[in-house]
């Protein structure tokens, strides 16, 4: 199993926000074993999802210079777990950005699988999280790391650079001109 | 600017949201580490929450200072810190209450120095200016 929980991105608005989407389908491995005749996603992952968006858009906003690693899961509160065919929408936007980190404010959205997706999203969310993360220390993490940015890499990296796509495209208006 | 008894409230609620700890935990005596049970990451987290909560900046190192001393023994011989030590706890600390500190200065008794209330003359401090 690739540990990727989200597709591509929306919007990207350079440290300010991000929306990413993760459709689920019924082939997803984790609906073999949760559970099995009872495929539902549980809430831990979508704040994996949550984290993902979140952790790109932290990232990105310091051009991946920093080791960006979830600290802290502050708060969380989901109402259900998400059904196959189902079209989550993560949307996160950054509350605090420093030098030793960042916190950030998440919100899921679920639609039917094939709806499209609304530009306000309704105010009732399937959850919600803030999510803490930190500036892994430069000069700690290279005596423990090396210099290798261990967290944007190999499967990452290609999610980030539909994230830079994103980015790149995404007008003053916050819509990538081509949807 | 707020009164001490409104800093002491935004400061225990944004305490109660950090470190998820419950109103009657919350006196300003209560030490973060000690009765509150604050990880190093919560100080980041508790410095980012302070500065939104009362529109201020707080620069790295200036309300937690990560280490002050950095084995010098100047400042700690044996484990106690020196009367020099203490006066660049004075310096760099002046919002800190150092009177019990000083009785026993210990080392390991310097995270009894960040309590609910060194938090609070700590704004206090940063708002009159």
């Known amino acids: 199993m690739r540990w990727l929980w989200i597709d591509r991105f929306l919007e990207f608005k350079r440290g300010q926000s991000a929306r990413a989407v993760k459709n689920l389908s019924l082939a ?16 831990a992952l979508m704040l994996e999802g949550l984290a993902q968006t979140g952790g790109i858009l932290v990232g990105e906003a310091r051009d991946f210079r920093e080791k960006v690693v979830l600290a802290k899961i502050v708060s969380a509160r989901f109402e259900r777990e998400a059904l196959a065919g189902e079209t989550l929408v993560y949307d996160v936007n950054i509350l605090t950005l420093r030098d030793e980190g960042a916190s950030v404010q998440g919100r899921v959205h679920a639609f039917p699988g094939g709806t499209a997706i609304p530009q306000e999203l309704p105010a009732q969310s399937l959850g919600e999280a803030e999510i803490f993360f930190a500036h892994l220390d430069q000069a700690r993490s ?38 | 600017m707020p009164s001490q008894e409104e800093i002491y409230q935004k400061v225990s609620a944004t305490l109660i949201e950090a470190l998820n700890v419950d109103e009657e935990e919350i006196k300003p005596t209560a030490t973060l580490q000690g009765d509150l049970g604050a990880e190093s990451i919560d100080f980041l987290d508790i410095v980012f929450r302070l500065e939104r909560e009362f529109g201020i900046k707080i620069p790295r190192g200036e309300l937690f200072p990560e280490s002050i001393f950095q084995g010098d023994p100047e400042f700690v ?8 030590g203490l006066a660049e706890l004075r310096t760099r600390m002046p919002f800190a209450d150092l009177k019990k500190f000083e009785q026993n200065p210990d080392l390991t008794g310097i995270s009894d120095l960040f309590t609910v209330e060194m938090i609070t003359k700590y704004i206090q401090g940063k708002l009159g200016n």
Do not use: C, I, W
Request: without cysteine.
């Open chain 2, 77 to 84: 011989q044996n484990g106690k810190v020196t009367d020099k």
């Open chain 1, 142 to 179: 290279q005596q423990l790391f090396g210099d290798h940015n261990f967290v944007f890499s190999g499967e990452l990296k290609h999610m980030l650079g539909l994230a830079k796509l994103t980015a790149e495209q995404t007008t003053s208006d916050g819509r990538p001109p081509l949807a």
């Open chain 1, 28 to 43: 997803e491995d984790l609906f073999a074993d949760h559970f099995p005749g009872y495929p539902v996603m549980p809430a």
